[in-house]
């Protein structure tokens, strides 16, 4: 898939993160001799700091362990499930079959996953854009005039500007949105993280939309000014109003520029991986170099040490 391209995505091979497909999802689980993740294997890795820092293990992350790599009910997952796991994604990667994998495989097999990605974040944006239209159009004639657009702008300044100063900031007690956190989630179920888009549901959204001179504020006037320059520039045949086409054609270029943007700079990090990977840069990886990474992240999560991720593990 290529016509569809996005945000900050989970440095999969590399780092603590873990992939998007379950053994499940790749064509055939191609068992690989369990390589033993020695005692020297543990202490190497401990002084490796590359990816993330080892972080504490929580209920919620063991769930999403188990789904990806457990291969029955046992509630763990062990060093020979995760070893066939990552077996099976390298022959995924290795599409010519020669056991190793050159960068551009590397890329290539990122790149289809990261698009599809992309694709389902873009519906799910799209679908929410529609929702937006129809809760801004009162009267529900399929046309939003500017006293609807100004009317839902002064209800979302209003709930951040929560201590009546007439400036949204930091000083501003949390609002009726909260200050939710908007990142990129490699693991989430929920498309709409796919693709990070400024919101006004976020603090730092707020600033991304209306902070015009970057003072770390928004004053009513820039606010006011932010939101009548983009309902002019939405209301492509200057009528006045706002169609559900023109309201959706200037959400999708915008979504559309994300993607772009976040896609390339995608691609060029997974060469940057592909480059820490191949531990002796011959511009080959074999599967003992993809498992330097493997054995990194498996570490990291096996918090006591016993071979297996499992509850054992959490809040060590």
Request: proline letters at 1%; hydrophobic letters at 30%; charged letters at 30%.
């Given at each position: 898939m290529k016509n569809i391209t996005f945000a900050s995505i989970a440095l999969v091979f590399i780092t603590g993160c873990t992939a998007s497909q379950s053994p499940s999802s790749v064509e055939e689980v191609v068992t690989k001799t369990a390589q033993a993740l020695t005692e020297k294997d543990r202490e190497k890795v401990k002084k490796d700091k590359r990816g993330h820092h080892a972080r504490p293990m929580s209920d919620k992350r063991l769930q999403q362990l188990l789904v990806l790599y457990s291969t029955n009910d046992d509630q763990k997952v062990t060093w020979a499930e995760y070893n066939d796991w990552r077996s099976a994604r390298f022959n995924l990667t290795d599409s010519n079959g020669d056991t190793r994998v050159d960068a551009e495989e590397y890329v290539y097999e990122f790149e289809n996953r990261l698009d599809e990605r992309y694709e389902n974040g873009r519906i799910?944006?799209?679908?929410?854009?529609?929702?937006?239209?129809?809760?801004?159009?009162?009267?529900?004639?399929?046309?939003?005039?500017?006293?609807?657009?100004?009317?839902?702008?002064r209800r979302v300044f209003t709930r951040w500007d929560t201590n009546g100063d007439g400036i949204i900031n930091s000083d501003d007690p949390k609002g009726a949105y909260g200050d939710k956190k908007s990142r990129y989630q490699w693991n989430s179920k929920k498309p709409l993280?796919?693709?990070?888009?400024?919101?006004?549901?976020?603090?730092?959204?707020?600033?991304?939309?209306?902070?015009?001179?970057?003072?770390?504020?928004?004053?009513?006037?820039?606010?006011?000014?932010?939101?009548?320059?983009?309902?002019?520039?939405?209301?492509?045949?200057?009528?006045?109003?706002?169609?559900?086409?023109?309201?959706?054609?200037e959400f999708e270029d915008r979504v559309d520029q994300t993607i772009e943007t976040s896609r390339r700079g995608q691609i060029k990090?997974?060469?940057?991986?592909?480059?820490?990977?191949?531990?002796?840069?011959?511009?080959?990886?074999?599967?003992?170099?993809?498992?330097?990474?493997?054995?990194?992240?498996?570490?990291?999560?096996?918090?006591?040490?016993?071979?297996?991720?499992?509850?054992?593990?959490?809040?060590?």
């Open positions: 799910a944006h799209i679908e929410q854009t529609e929702k937006r239209f129809n809760a801004l159009d009162n009267n529900d004639n399929n046309v939003i005039v500017w006293t609807e657009y100004e009317t839902s702008g993280s796919y693709i990070r888009m400024p919101t006004s549901h976020s603090l730092k959204g707020m600033m991304d939309i209306y902070d015009a001179n970057d003072d770390g504020t928004v004053s009513r006037s820039e606010f006011d000014s932010e939101r009548r320059s983009a309902f002019y520039l939405t209301d492509e045949n200057r009528d006045g109003e706002l169609s559900s086409a023109e309201y959706l054609a990090q997974t060469y940057v991986r592909f480059g820490v990977l191949d531990d002796n840069e011959d511009n080959q990886m074999t599967f003992d170099e993809f498992q330097l990474s493997g054995k990194r992240i498996f570490t990291r999560w096996d918090k006591n040490d016993d071979g297996e991720i499992s509850s054992a593990d959490i809040g060590e």
